[in-house]
């Protein structure tokens, strides 16, 4: 019998599971116990078994991606967590870029940072920027740091010291004497969890890692034990940031690296998809119940990144959030999502988010005592969703809660009917995501109408098509198991780790070629020995990035540079590959002037086969609706008969003309007057615009 693969995503409402099993697919979502994880997912677990007859015993593995990080850090509910600094540096981590990210509010408010600062310990030592120990670490001092630790009953420490990137020994010393003095402190190196250069995202992405780590470390305990206890033998891997998959041991070690775990799978199926359906650039839309996330993919691959903000507070801002400085599926996340919030401002304006009614007690169509309008409410209320049929039956809603909620929040105060209100939430949350698009990609230097939107997540088929006429996309793929597609995605994603390493090359006449092929050797060994944990003997393939800059410069360009040993003549073609992207953001390039290395990172991961294209489908015929149902036209605000389809019943081939709903047990796919939906291949809905 062949091993069933178990896929698990725990949203901030909704918790989504993918059985897998000799090609055939089962999902469900319950809703996201966010008190106590694990009971979300077990419920899940016990349910998607119980309905496929899939014994524990028969899982062969689970992949795992969880918010859990995000929100403890978002929510400021993580650990008791202290600062072990350098002498006279325990303010670096507020002073932060000792700037304004918003110039003209004078009441413009920083992030706080994790750790306040009677936590930030200062201890003598230090370490030079060549990495040359110029004042040992005071031993005594540290154990004295010890008893007030003790006292404050901090739970868990990262220590930070100056230019650890280069040499680590001061740091690794540190926890030895912490570990001997207080066994059961979590410590966290920022030599180990960001070994770059640039202390303030160094230290900012430690307390990350230390503020999370006894959470993180606590519920993959509990989970573990709850599983073993069901007779669930297989292993269980994380989904990283990047889309990778790492071990519980790393994951308990770094879970900073899990905080993007969820949009990273979501990310990885829609390159996937790209791929298969040959599209070169597509738009990923990713909506669920709290949050959207939009990422470009080009070429079938996601951009990456290595540092992005957790928790921006001040309309979403650049630098109002805490920089983590780790490999990332580059995006952008906006508070936007089924359960988002919508309110009537002192402006009398209609704003929607970022607060969101999660799954306790959620919007107020859940019947679970939430009174708050929601995006959700909005889309009942348009007759978007049927109420028997909403997650599967499972949870029926209560039309009359939405339109109660929705009247007293947006249409009183405005002096409009209960439709109209829901019509402005609707749009108002749309053109946020648009606009969050817009800009994403003019960073990026890219546009958006030529390219194909991939929605998935329980709400993003309902608001794709709109958000699509808003940016000029003419195409739209609702892919099959749209609504639990982050999970989809984890079963995608491959085996891998990334290893960062900080050094100054410049890329003169006194480049070392053996000096960096030396250190590549070292960063290949370091992430093999992590990949091979979870995959013995797959291939493996590996990408090497390096961060560049001309001399003189504050910031660098990360330019891909080739795998394998560096030649003789490796100094001239890495300034040839600099150039060519220094020239492709900035449309020239500044001729004799030096070039430098500031970082290195590698990417390995396992190579699984590719995807088999999609095939083509039966030639067109009109689906057979199974009902009709009243929906609000965006254009008119006036209700109007469409006819529904129930998707289990559509096959390659099927063409649904809207205006028309597409209901599954996950999500609702709604397709606009001038929209065409035709099933493809792979089961696939694709919207054209007439």
């Known amino acids: 019998m062949t091993p ?119 201890v003598p030592e230090r370490i030079e920027a060549r990495g040359k120990v110029i004042e040992p670490l005071d031993e005594d001092a540290l154990a004295a740091l010890a008893q007030r630790l003790r006292a404050e009953e901090v739970r868990s420490v990262a220590i930070g010291f100056l230019h650890s990137y280069l040499n680590p020994a001061h740091e690794r010393r540190a926890r030895e004497v912490l570990s001997s003095l207080l066994p059961e402190l979590a410590i966290t190196l920022s030599s180990e969890v960001c070994p770059e250069m640039r202390e303030y995202e160094r230290w900012s992405s430690a307390c990350a890692n230390a503020y999370v780590q006894p959470l993180m470390a606590l519920y993959l305990k509990r989970l573990e034990e709850a599983l073993r206890a069901r007779g669930v033998g297989c292993p269980m891997f994380l989904v990283t940031s990047a889309g990778g998959l790492t071990t519980v041991e790393t994951a308990r070690r770094f879970p900073v690296r899990l905080i993007e775990s969820g949009p990273a799978g979501g990310a990885l199926l829609a390159a996937r998809i790209a791929g298969q359906c040959d599209f070169a650039r597509i738009v990923s839309f990713d909506m669920g119940g709290t949050t959207a996330k939009i990422c470009l993919i080009d070429d079938g691959k996601p951009q990456f990144s290595r540092s992005f903000e957790v928790a921006r507070q001040y309309r979403f801002l650049k630098g109002s959030g805490i920089p983590i400085r780790i490999p990332a599926i580059e995006m952008v996340e906006i508070g936007a999502g089924g359960g988002s919030i919508a309110a009537v401002d002192r402006l009398g304006r209609v704003q929607v988010g970022p607060e969101s009614a999660g799954s306790e007690p959620g919007p107020a169509c859940y019947g679970r005592g939430g009174t708050d309008a929601t995006v959700t409410d909005a889309d009942v209320v348009l007759g978007r969703i049927s109420p028997d049929r909403f997650a599967g039956g499972r949870l029926p809603l209560d039309p009359a809660a939405s339109r109660a909620a929705i009247a007293a929040a947006v249409a009183a105060p405005l002096g409009l009917d209960e439709t109209r209100a829901a019509l402005g939430i609707s749009e108002v949350v749309e053109e946020t995501m648009a606009n969050a698009a817009r800009i994403h990609a003019v960073e990026r230097g890219s546009e958006l109408g030529k390219r194909a939107l991939i929605a998935f997540g329980g709400a993003a088929p309902l608001h794709a098509a709109r958000l699509a006429e808003k940016l000029g996309i003419d195409t739209v793929v609702v892919p099959a198991g749209a609504g639990v597609g982050s999970a989809l995605g984890f079963l995608l994603a491959p085996v891998a780790f990334e290893v960062v390493r900080s050094r100054y090359l410049p890329l003169d006449s006194g480049f070392d070629v053996a000096a960096v092929n030396a250190l590549r050797r070292e960063m290949r060994e370091a992430a093999e020995a992590v990949v091979r944990r979870g995959a013995p003997e797959a291939p493996l393939g590996e990408s090497w990035t390096a961060d560049m800059r001309y001399r003189g410069q504050g910031h660098e360009l990360s330019v891909p540079i080739p795998a394998g040993e560096i030649g003789p003549a490796g100094r001239n ?64 605000g006036s209700f109007v008969a469409v006819a529904t389809y129930w998707r289990g019943d559509l096959v390659p081939g099927d063409v649904v003309a809207g205006p028309a709903l597409i209901v599954e047990d996950e999500t609702t796919t709604l397709v606009l007057k001038g929209f065409t939906g035709r099933v493809n291949g792979l089961g696939h809905i694709v919207l054209t615009r007439r």
């Open 4 to 122: 069933a693969r178990l896929a698990v995503d725990i949203g901030g409402t909704f918790t989504d599971l993918v059985l897998e099993r000799g090609g055939e697919r089962q999902s469900r979502k319950v809703l996201t116990t966010s008190a106590a994880p694990e009971k979300g997912v077990l419920a899940g677990i016990d349910r998607l078994l119980g309905d496929t007859g899939v014994r524990p015993a028969e899982l062969g593995l689970i992949i795992h991606g969880t918010t859990l990080a995000t929100n403890a850090i978002i929510e400021r509910k993580g650990a008791k967590t202290a600062l072990i600094v350098t002498k006279g540096f325990r303010d670096s981590i507020e002073m932060a870029y000792e700037n304004r990210f918003e110039q003209y509010d004078v009441f413009m408010e920083k992030p706080v940072p994790l750790v306040p600062r009677h936590l930030r310990l200062p």
């Open 573 to 636: 073609d890495l300034v040839r590959l600099f150039e060519a992207q220094y020239a492709l953001q900035f449309a020239r390039s500044i001729p004799g002037l030096e070039v430098e290395i500031l970082s290195l990172a590698l990417r390995l991961a396992a190579i699984d086969p590719p995807a088999p294209p999609c095939p083509p489908a039966p030639p067109d015929r009109p689906a057979a609706p199974t009902g009709q149902g009243m929906v609000a036209d965006p254009a008119t």
